[in-house]
């Protein structure tokens, strides 16, 4: 038997929400990764390693990344609630670390904010593409 297709939202109800989870993923991601450089270059102590690598290595995920969330690709954003799931782990790891409590918990949230947001942007706009084409 097969399964009843449900209706599309009306293109009215998607376009805020597309807007709203567009902007709040770059904002998002933007947050990310100076919440990254502001902690690596300025905050935490690395005993001896080079900041500038040590952020390097954790921005390269977010680079690969940076022109699609730029331009709005919802692949991209998809992409990216796969990449977060580092940067989650890495946050609860570094919350239970004496000292790192509060960028470890930050570092989790901002993750997982971006997540959601990324996730509802890539289902809202392939819901909207497929209105626009008829479906």
């Not at 009306?10 to 998002?28: G, K, N, T, V, Y």
């Not at 905050?43 to 290595?57: S, T």
């Not at 004496?98 to 289902?123: H, I, K, N, Q």
């Amino acid at each position: 038997m097969a399964r009843k297709n449900k209706p599309l939202p009306a293109l009215d109800w998607l376009e805020p929400r597309l807007r709203l989870s567009r902007w709040l993923s770059l904002a998002l991601f933007v947050a990310l990764i100076g919440l990254l450089a502001v902690w690596y270059l300025l905050l935490v102590d690395l005993h001896g390693a080079r900041p500038w690598v040590i952020l390097g290595v954790h921005l390269v995920p977010l680079a690969i990344l940076a022109p699609g969330m730029l331009l709005g690709n919802a692949r991209v954003h998809a992409w990216a609630c796969y990449v977060l799931n580092l940067y989650f782990i890495q946050g609860v790891v570094t919350a239970f670390q004496p000292g790192r409590e509060l960028f470890g918990w930050l570092e989790a949230g901002v993750s997982l904010a971006l997540f959601c947001s990324a996730l509802l942007y890539t289902r809202w706009r392939f819901q909207y593409d497929r209105k626009l084409a008829g479906e």
